[in-house]
C-alpha cells in the first residue's frame, strides 16, 4: 500500500483541506457579488416609478438593503448567526419599504431575502417560506391594481430560481467539503495501515535475519581456534546476510519487498545447519497453489526463525500441501512465546481469508500450521 502525501494528493487532482476552503470562499464570494444584480435591478424599477423625492428614498432603501445584505453575508462567514438573523430581518423590513417606490419589481429584493433565510433552515422550514414568497410575488402585484402590473409571474420565478441556485451551490458546498474530509480520513487510515505494514514486515524481517547473524557469528566465533578456514566462510556468509537485510530492509519501507517460498526454504535450510538443528525441509514448492507461494514464505520464515530463538529442538519439520503449510518441531513446545511476529502473521493469514493453528504438541515440540482456502474450513 502507498500512502500519497499532500503533494501527491495535489498532482493526482485531491484538493486539500486549505485548498478546498479557499475555493469555497472564492465561489462564495463570487455568488454574493452576483446576487447584488437584484439591488441594481430594483433600483432601476425605482426610477422608473417614482421621480423627485420619492426616488430618493427608494435609492436610500435600496443601498440600505444592500449594505445589510453585505453584513449578513459576512455574518455568514463569521459564524454570528444572531447577527445574520437580525440582519435578514431588516432586509425582509427595507424590501416592504421599497414597494411604494419600485412596485412590483421590489420582490427582486425579496428573493434574496427567502434566498439567504431558506439556505440557513432545514428543507421542511424552507418550503413554506419558498411557497409564501412565490404567491406573494405573484398575488401582491396584481391585488394593487395601481400598478397595472397583473401577476408578477416573472418575479415568482425568480424567487424560485435564486432559492434554487443558492441551495444548490450550498449542497455543491457540503458536499466538497465532505469529500475533502473523507478523503483525509482514508489517506489517515492509509498512513496508520502503511506504518503497521512497515513494523509488521521489520519485524519478520529483521526476526529472521538478526537471528541468523547471531547463530552464525557465534558459530565463527566457535570455529575461529579450530578450523579458521570455515570460521572464515561463515563470516562472509554472515556479511552477506548483512548485505541482504539491509536491501530487506529498505524494500520493506519503500513498499517493495519480494518474499518467496522456495527463497524462505533455502535460507532456513542453512540457519537450522548453523544452528545445529536437522533440517526435513521439503526440496520443492511446485504442490503450493501459486497465490499462496508469497504468504507461505513468510509462514516458513516466522516459523523457521522461532525454532532457532525458542524451541531448543534437535529437528524442524516442513510440510506443504496445496493450500496449507505446516512447521513442527521437536523442542521445548509451549516455550515459544506468541509475540508480535505470530501476530502478525495472523494478520496476514486473516486478510487473505485463512486461518493459524499454533500450539504444543504431543508427546513434545510446538507446530505451526496455516491454511488456506478449503483447507480453512
Not at 453585505?70 to 454570528?80: F, I, Q, R
Not at 505494514?197 to 541468523?212: E, K, Q, Y
Not at 533440517?279 to 503450493?288: I, M
Not at 507461505?296 to 506443504?320: K, M
Amino acid at each position: 500500500m502507498t500512502v500519497m502525501n499532500e503533494s501527491e494528493q495535489a498532482s493526482a487532482g485531491w484538493p486539500s483541506a486549505e485548498g478546498q476552503r479557499w475555493a469555497d470562499g472564492w465561489r462564495r464570494l463570487a455568488l454574493a457579488a452576483g446576487m447584488l444584480i437584484y439591488p441594481c435591478v430594483t433600483a432601476v424599477a425605482v426610477s422608473q416609478h417614482s421621480k423627485g423625492p420619492d426616488a430618493l428614498a427608494g435609492y436610500a432603501i435600496v443601498a440600505g438593503f444592500s449594505c445589510c445584505y453585505v453584513l449578513a453575508v459576512l455574518s455568514t462567514v463569521g459564524l454570528a448567526w444572531h447577527r445574520f438573523w437580525i440582519l435578514v430581518g431588516a432586509m425582509a423590513a427595507l424590501f416592504v419599504a421599497a414597494l411604494p417606490f419600485a412596485q412590483a419589481d421590489s420582490f427582486f429584493l425579496f428573493a434574496v431575502v427567502v434566498s439567504m433565510a431558506t439556505a440557513q433552515l432545514k428543507r421542511r422550514h424552507a418550503a413554506p417560506i419558498v411557497l409564501a414568497g412565490v404567491v406573494a410575488a405573484l398575488l401582491v402585484p396584481w391585488a394593487v391594481t395601481s400598478w397595472h402590473s397583473g401577476p408578477g409571474w416573472f418575479q415568482a420565478v425568480t424567487v424560485v430560481f435564486t432559492v434554487l441556485l443558492v441551495s444548490g451551490f450550498n449542497e455543491t458546498a457540503r458536499a466538497n467539503r465532505a469529500l475533502v474530509e473523507a478523503r483525509a480520513e482514508v489517506a489517515r487510515l492509509a498512513s496508520d495501515a502503511e506504518r503497521n505494514r512497515i513494523a509488521r514486515d521489520l519485524h519478520d524481517l529483521l526476526g529472521h535475519s538478526l537471528t541468523a547473524i547471531t547463530v552464525k557469528s557465534g558459530l565463527a566465533r566457535r570455529l575461529a581456534a579450530t578450523q579458521p578456514a570455515r570460521s572464515l566462510d561463515e563470516i562472509t556468509e554472515v556479511e552477506q546476510l548483512s548485505r541482504q537485510t539491509l536491501a530487506d530492509v529498505r524494500a520493506a519501507v519503500s513498499g517493495y519487498r519480494e518474499v518467496t517460498l522456495a527463497g524462505e526454504l533455502a535460507r532456513g535450510r542453512e540457519l537450522l545447519r548453523a544452528s545445529g538443528v536437522t533440517a526435513d525441509l521439503p526440496g520443492a514448492t511446485d504442490v503450493v497453489d501459486g497465490a499462496y507461494q508469497e504468504l507461505f514464505g513468510w509462514v516458513v520464515r516466522e516459523g523457521l526463525t522461532n525454532v532457532v530463538r525458542h524451541a531448543r529442538a534437535s529437528r524442524c519439520t516442513v510440510i506443504l500441501s496445496e493450500a496449507a503449510v505446516e512447521v513442527r518441531d521437536d523442542g521445548v513446545g509451549g516455550a515459544t512465546p506468541a509475540g508480535n511476529g505470530l501476530a502478525g502473521l495472523r494478520e496476514r493469514v486473516a486478510a487473505a481469508g485463512g486461518s493459524v493453528e499454533a500450539g504444543p504438541v504431543s508427546p513434545r515440540g510446538w507446530r505451526l500450521r496455516v491454511s488456506l482456502g478449503p483447507e480453512a474450513a
